[in-house]
């Protein structure tokens, strides 16, 4: 019983570690930014650290109301929790393509 007891424990400790080492290496990605939608469209996207987005509804209908930080990309969701787009980080910015119509965005300070 108590090499299991043992093994649990440090299963755990390894877990947070993990979560704490991925936490502390996490891009800071909430502030202004600007999304650019296929070749010609820009508009200011502001990402906030509740997870909202604003505006709400960009020049090219993007809808972005929400965002979410994943591992290794940034989902963009309308209010409702559809996913407008899924961005991979690509040195200071993310990139990536809109869902709807396959358009390129891309994501910069």
Do not use: H
Not at 27 to 54: E, F, M, R, Y
């Amino acid at each position: 019983m108590k090499p299991l007891r043992t093994l649990l424990f440090t299963s755990a400790a390894l877990v947070i570690a993990v979560a704490a080492t991925q936490a502390q290496s996490a891009p800071d990605v909430a502030g202004s930014w600007k999304l650019a939608i296929g070749d010609n469209v820009v508009c200011p996207l502001t990402l906030a650290p509740d997870g909202t987005a604003s505006p709400a509804d960009c020049a090219a209908g993007n809808r972005i109301a929400r965002w979410q930080l994943a591992i290794d990309k940034l989902e963009l969701k309308t209010a409702s929790g559809e996913m407008v787009g899924v961005l991979l980080p690509k040195g200071d910015s993310y990139t990536g393509k809109r869902f709807s119509d396959g358009r390129k965005l891309v994501l910069s300070r």
